[in-house]
């Protein structure tokens, strides 16, 4: 048996994965350089615009754009908890920068804060869960007609297009997002999400663009984003093939962990655990809105 081949069968009988705190507290502060990197690039795509950034927390607060997926507080909890006049500050500058200010706080970060923040007047709009899986895997056969490549740096909008049709037409199937973008605000934001060193991948099916997705690697951590399917290429083996070769690529770059963000319930949830992915934890999305 050659040695990738035992890694991936004694890794099928490693017990389940156990979402300890130091585990959490390693993919939030991957998420928040994630976060940093694409608001870095927002920045230089747009040298006129002034962009927000500032760790708060043990996290980072940010905002790019009006109406940005980027504007929000991510990886709070982890450190010590913000006092007064730090919260006060943050939210500021992000209720007069983009109108309200999103936390997504991990169940696994500090209790105090989920009372704070209801304190402060953030009230819960939804729920995002955090999977993972242990690298390396078992090699996943494509279904037939569907391949999967990197973008070429020429057909970064290419990609783009791909990924915005995707998420135009989300699927119905679990609990739907709070909050919905219009396609040009889509569009914004995954260019400087492919500007920011993001590995961009693309599956084709009978050599038609069927879907997209990206990766970013953080010292181990393969970070699973941005994966769409085009509406008439759906239910046919497209995100299996795009999570394969993901999953391939990022254990032979010596990962051990692969994460995704997914909303409860949905068919991306449904997707992942069929391939082995395992519930880590949960984000609550807590929202503070300017009073009028």
């Keep these: 048996m050659r040695r990738h081949e035992a890694e991936a069968t ?3 009988r490693m017990p389940p994965l156990f979402a300890s705190i130091e585990l959490a507290r390693r993919i939030e502060a991957a998420e928040t350089r994630m976060v940093a990197q694409c608001v870095a690039a927002a920045q230089r795509s747009d040298p006129q615009s002034s962009v927000f950034l500032r760790e708060f927390g043990g996290g980072i607060a940010a905002a790019t754009f009006p ?7 991510a990886g709070l909890g982890f450190e010590a908890v913000p006092d007064a006049t730090a919260f006060a500050a943050v939210e500021a500058e992000l209720l007069a920068r983009c109108g309200a200010v999103q ?8 209790p105090q804060l989920g009372a704070e923040l209801t304190a402060r007047g953030y009230r819960l709009c939804g729920y995002e869960n955090v999977l993972g ?4 895997v078992d090699a996943t056969p494509l279904a037939p007609g569907v391949a999967v ?7 970064a909008e290419l990609w783009v297009q791909c990924v915005v049709d995707g998420f135009a037409v989300p699927d119905t199937q679990g609990i739907a997002s709070h909050e919905s973008f219009p396609r040009e605000l889509v569009e914004r934001a ?13 599956a084709t099916r009978d050599s038609a663009w069927a879907g997209a997705a990206s990766m970013r690697l953080d010292d181990g951590l393969a970070q699973l984003c941005g994966a769409a399917t085009r509406l008439e290429h759906r239910r046919r083996g497209v995100q299996t093939a795009l999570l394969a070769r993901r999953l391939t690529e990022a254990a032979a770059a010596g990962c051990d962990l692969a994460v995704m963000t997914c909303l409860p319930g949905s068919k991306s949830h449904q997707n992942a655990q069929a391939r082995g992915f395992e519930l880590l934890y949960t984000r609550a999305v807590l929202v503070l809105e300017a009073r009028c």
């Design 133 to 136: 899986l242990r690298l390396p």
């Design 67 to 73: 109406g940005s997926p980027l504007n929000k507080v």
């Design 149 to 155: 490549r990197h973008a070429a740096a020429d057909e």
């Design 10 to 12: 004694i890794a099928s």
């Design 190 to 202: 995954c260019r400087d999400s492919a500007a920011a060193g993001l590995s961009l991948y693309v």
């Design 103 to 110: 936390v997504e706080l991990a169940h696994l970060a500090e």
